[in-house]
Nanobody, 122 residues
Framework: EVQLVESGGGLVQPGESLRLSCRAS????????MSWVRQAPGKGLEWVST????????YYTDSVKGRFTISTDNANDTLYLQMNSLRSEDTAVYYC???????????????WGSGTQVTVSA
């Protein structure tokens, strides 16, 4: 059974940093396509970043490029999202997902964690 457990969310001020973690189990983590997806209050799901395990290729949505970094620790089956220079518009519940697809604010397939709240506010 695939399990994904996020942690690391919290309340920070604009300009500060957070690192999210996602502990994975139940599949071969090192070869998986892992993503971070977020949902802001009152809005649909937004894809944030994906890392492909076999190639280590990384992709980001434009609004986080240069500020967020996705990475993995294959020895510990853990996915990370380092978030720097946080903005109020980054406030959302952040989900870790395996083989995820997000279209028009909705999720299709894949396996998802329960999410961790990130709030950026002065």
């Amino acid at each position: 059974e695939v399990q994904l457990v996020e942690s690391g969310g919290g309340l920070v001020q604009p300009g500060e940093s957070l690192r999210l973690s996602c502990r994975a189990s139940g599949f071969t983590f090192s070869s998986a396509a892992m993503s971070w997806v977020r949902q802001a209050p009152g809005k649909g799901l937004e894809w944030v970043s994906t890392i492909y395990g076999r190639s280590s290729l990384k992709y980001y949505t434009d609004s986080v490029k240069g500020r967020f970094t996705i990475s993995t620790d294959n020895a510990n089956d853990t996915l990370y999202l380092q978030m720097n220079s946080l903005r109020s518009e980054d406030t959302a519940v952040y989900y870790c997902a395996k083989d995820a697809t997000v279209v028009a604010g909705r999720k299709f397939g894949g396996s998802w964690g329960s999410g961790t709240q990130v709030t950026v506010s002065a």
